[in-house]
């Protein structure tokens, strides 16, 4: 039976989903161990620091793993080092950091009174655990395009091994300050980066250098579906505070609803880690029956999962905000039915995004993007309560996301007709909002 089900999902998938399943137990621990240690206003500026890390450090980190991968994998099948790929991705990626940083800084002061009660020291934790994103992700994309999903997996076990250890320690000291508890957001994946550089290092050397061509071509259209996405999932929690600042107990209480509804994004990112690759593989090689069949089972896997999740989110997600995270009782059943409509949603979105991708299609999935996130600004403007102007928003967002990718798919499903060369869409890491 075991072997059957491991037969639906691409290889790799167990290696990352074992790594996935302890960073996202992390997730849980960090903001439980939070929740009963803060108060609602410091929950609150840590609820939205967390948010704005994973929104940009994903969204914008997320594409260079992306594009590093595959391009890494595509110079393996020919015999040569990654070396150069690491070295020309790393230099992006770090100027990518600098300008943000620069941007940060720059709007130190109006960030701090506006979305942490003017506590600068969290802006400086912003720019830490953002840094280590991008030194996580560069190294995954080398990690990811080398297939050493072992690896892989080990890094996101000790970046959620690390954490669950580092806020056990603050809670058990009795340490009250987000400061600190935003702090493990920088701590934990440098550890495991730092911990995980073996591969890496022996994929320095010589070799071809790559040209800048090969990885900024799609970059830009990658970075702005990714950014888009981010924002498609996680934008409520900033909203909520940027439209009702005094408002601190929605804000800390959405940021734990969705941490629960997103359970199945975790399961969907050890999929999503060899779903492209396959894609792209059959797309790349004339197999149209495999993509077809390859996508409809992982749509199906989704929506298995989107639907479990939800039931379970329903039923229960007032009473565990409460129990797990200490969170004020402000969300109720219908809160969480439409968080988990717009999860599923978003999961359909994610796999039909990857289809895409497999068929070169990036400009196709950046307009679905920009037109998720545009319903969601305009549902997000509606005169309701806060609340459920944000659920809304997540929900019509996410829908109309799925919808445009579906219309895009049907014109371009065509795959190669006769085999090609190795292309470099061939391996990408995770994504999906890993927290």
Do not use: K
Not at 16 to 31: E, I, K, Q
Not at 67 to 76: D, F, G
Not at 108 to 124: E, I, K, S
Not at 252 to 274: D, E, H, K, N, T
Request: charged fraction near 10%.
């Amino acid at each position: 039976m075991i072997r059957r089900l491991l037969s639906l999902v691409p290889p790799g998938t167990v290696a990352v989903g074992a790594g996935l399943a302890l960073l996202g137990l992390a997730s849980y621990v960090h903001l439980a161990v939070a929740g009963h240690s803060l108060t609602e206003a410091d929950y609150s500026s840590l609820s939205v620091l967390w948010t704005i890390v994973f929104t940009l450090g994903i969204g914008l980190f997320m594409p260079f793993e992306q594009e590093i991968a595959r391009i890494v994998a595509a110079r393996r099948s020919q015999g040569q080092p990654a070396g150069p790929v690491l070295v020309r991705g790393g230099t992006l990626a770090a100027a990518v950091l600098l300008v943000l940083v620069v941007l940060i800084v720059v709007a130190r002061g109006p960030l701090a009174d506006r979305l942490f009660d003017g506590d600068r020291t969290m802006v400086t934790v912003l720019v830490g655990a953002l840094a280590a994103l991008a030194v996580a992700h560069t190294t995954r994309g080398v990690l990811s395009g080398l297939q050493l999903f072992p690896w892989y997996g080990t890094q996101l076990a000790l970046d959620g091994g690390l954490r669950i250890g580092l806020v056990l320690l603050l809670g058990l000291t009795g340490v009250t300050s987000a400061v600190w508890f935003g702090a493990v957001l920088v701590i934990a994946p440098l550890l495991g980066v730092a911990l995980t550089t073996p591969p890496v290092l022996r994929a320095l050397g010589g070799g071809t250098p790559v040209a800048w061509t090969p990885l900024l071509r799609g970059l830009g259209l990658l970075v702005v579906s990714s950014l888009l996405s981010q924002v498609v999932v996680n934008i409520g929690v900033i909203n909520v505070r940027v439209l009702a600042p005094s408002d601190v107990a929605t804000a800390g209480a959405l940021l734990s609803a969705l941490v629960l509804v997103r359970i199945p994004l975790f399961v969907f990112a050890s999929l999503q880690a060899s779903l492209l690759p396959g894609l792209a593989t059959s797309a790349a090689t004339g197999a149209q029956a495999a993509f077809h069949s390859l996508l409809r089972r992982a749509l199906g896997v989704v929506t298995a999962l989107g639907v479990t999740g939800a039931l379970l989110a329903i039923l229960l997600g007032p009473w565990l905000v409460r129990t797990l995270f200490d969170a004020p009782d402000v969300l109720g059943h219908d809160d969480f039915a439409w968080l988990a409509a717009a999860t599923l949603a978003y999961l359909w979105a994610m796999v039909l995004g990857q289809a895409l991708l497999a068929l070169d299609r990036h400009r196709a999935q950046a307009v679905a993007w920009c037109a998720g996130v545009a319903v969601l600004v305009a549902v997000t403007l509606i005169p309701l309560p806060v609340a459920l102007r944000v659920e809304l928003g997540y929900a019509s967002g996410s829908l109309v996301v799925a919808a445009v990718m579906a219309i895009l798919l049907r014109g371009a499903v065509r795959v190669a007709p006769s085999p090609a060369p190795a292309r470099d869409t061939v391996a990408v890491g995770p994504s999906g909002g890993i927290r």
